[in-house]
């Protein structure tokens, strides 16, 4: 589907709609391959699409494409050359593969003024087939080194590769009006900037840097959420960092600055939703803080703030009686008992998100020896198991938010065996139990390792979960991020080979070793 996107913004909507339409039309009611799509859109369009198509989906990987100004200082009010290179996109300590790899990239650059709403004072269109090219920017009369003329290549990321800025003024332009600069390009540049660090190619002080004003400036909920996820990616690595190496105050100061912005955040949610409102008792502030559309980790925070807060003492058994029943007119009852007490409120929607928020309450806050709230909500699964949506529900709940390590052990377990918790659901188990931070992730990895005869005896033959469970376990265990983990990790599968899931295997060890 990327590829397609790339091609269809390369085209334009008109052209491409034209070579989709030659194409249905050539083989109406018959059988064809994707060779006979490119050609089909290449005839009619008269551009060498299949070239592109063909570099694109024949070969692994995609290309980064590095450029470069001829003139160290750079004037737009005179014609300038950039160097546009390519080379195949590969970690920092993966070996390199095929060298010699060669794209066809539809290429695209401008210049623009974000002075001026982000006004495009010249654009460039180049199918990039060599290693090395150079395009020719026509000089922008009337215009010079301002400020606020920014050259961005591959604005909104609608080319299959990532683009490295080789030199850092350009970049750091880029950076320094990061806010003024269309949401789509934004996102394109941040990504494309994170990416490059785990390249190699580009030093960590300056990423940090632009996490923090994503950070603190992002208004986009996508945007928004990729620099938190960049930002927790990068705070993981600071964390094992030499502090010779790097100022040990980095991570500090991006926690510290996500911290802030999400806290700020959460008190515009409270606003918002009147948590504050008087006539509700502290149980419905916490539900209400529960619902809002914040990530897990605020969400949690916030709850158990307003819990110590609040000092309210659950009366767990008839809190969870509810979902013995059922769970979603349940779960839709008491959002909409807190979500309609005033006219500025949207409707709620119920969703599992919203059902697992409100299961969450008593787990957050469930530090008794016994852990009451957690034997008592999984005691309800047992009456919801026989409905997918309802059981999903539960379980992310308990996964995600449970602090009974040994009772999480137990669902694993007995899911694994199809016992008492459904095998169905095992993706569902694991891609929680990696999100909860009372579930150490390295000791996640651990108890897969010690139990995976029966792991695999039950999953291993079944594309989905297996792929699912191997790519979570793999993405999310923190403490697997060195060489030494990433070499455990391949004897192991090379040990117990798992041939459904041979792409997420490779894919967690390049993961691990970054």
């Known amino acids: 589907m990327s590829v397609c996107n790339m091609l269809q913004a390369h085209l334009g909507n008109e052209l491409f709609s034209r070579g989709l339409a030659a194409y249905v039309k050539t083989h109406a009611f018959g059988n064809t391959t994707t060779e006979q799509l490119w050609a089909a859109i290449e005839k009619e369009t008269k551009i060498p699409v299949v070239s592109i198509m063909d570099s694109f989906t024949n070969q692994k990987g995609f290309p980064m494409v590095s450029v470069t100004f001829s003139d160290a200082t750079i004037d737009f009010s005179k014609p300038s050359t950039i160097t546009v290179s390519q080379e195949k996109f590969s970690y920092l300590g993966c070996p390199e593969s095929h060298p ?41 009369l009337g ?24 030199d850092n003024a350009i970049a750091q332009k880029i950076v320094d009006n990061y806010e003024k600069l269309p949401e789509m390009l934004r996102r394109s540049f941040l990504n494309d900037y994170i990416s490059n660090y785990t390249t190699g ?5 300056p990423v940090v840097s632009l996490l923090k004003k994503a950070v603190l400036t992002e208004d986009s909920f996508a945007n928004f959420s990729d620099a938190l996820e960049g930002a927790g990616y990068l705070e993981k690595v600071l964390s094992g960092v030499d502090g010779e190496a790097v100022p040990s105050t980095l991570g500090t100061d991006l926690v510290e600055t996500v911290n802030m912005r999400c806290e700020s955040l959460t008190q515009k949610y409270y606003n918002l939703y009147d948590v504050n409102n008087s006539k509700l008792n502290p149980e419905q502030k916490l539900i209400r803080a529960a619902v809002l559309p ?26 969870i009686a509810g979902a013995k029943d059922d769970l979603l007119q349940w779960a839709y009852n008491r959002n909409q008992d807190f979500f309609g007490l005033s006219q500025d409120v949207p409707k709620y929607t119920v969703t599992e998100d919203s059902i697992v928020s409100c299961l969450s309450i008593p787990l957050v806050v469930d530090s008794q020896p016994d852990y009451p709230a957690f034997a008592q909500l999984l005691s309800a699964y047992s009456h919801v198991e026989s409905s997918p949506e309802k059981a999903t529900a539960v379980l992310i709940a308990l996964c995600s938010y449970g602090r009974n390590v040994e009772g999480l052990k137990k669902i694993f377990k007995n899911c694994a065996r199809n016992s008492g918790i459904r095998s169905m659901y095992g993706n569902i188990v694991v891609a929680a139990l990696v999100r909860n931070k009372t579930f150490s992730n390295n000791h996640l990895w651990e108890h897969c390792k010690n139990d995976w005869p029966a792991i695999f005896n039950q999953w291993g033959h079944s594309q989905f979960r297996i792929q699912r469970i ?45």
């Open 100 to 140: 010699d790899a060669l794209w066809h990239i539809p290429f695209k650059c401008v210049v623009m003024d974000v002075a001026n709403g982000g006004t495009v004072l010249t654009e460039q269109h180049v199918v990039i087939s060599e290693k090395t090219t150079t395009i020719s920017l026509p000089a922008l």
């Open 143 to 166: 215009h010079s080194s301002s400020d606020s003329l920014v050259f961005l290549a591959n604005p909104g990321g609608s080319g299959f590769y990532r683009v490295l800025y080789s």
């Open 201 to 205: 190619k580009v030093q960590i002080e």
């Open 294 to 319: 914040q990530s897990l980790s605020v969400r949690r925070s916030a709850l158990q703030r307003a819990f110590a807060q609040s000092n309210v003492k659950f009366d767990l058994s008839e809190y």
């Open 470 to 514: 191997i790519g979570a376990l793999a993405q999310h265990c923190g403490s697997l991020r060195s060489a030494k983990a990433a070499q455990q990790w391949r004897a192991f599968f090379d040990a117990y080979p798992c041939p459904a899931a041979r792409l997420d295997i490779e894919r967690g060890y390049e993961t691990i070793l970054l």
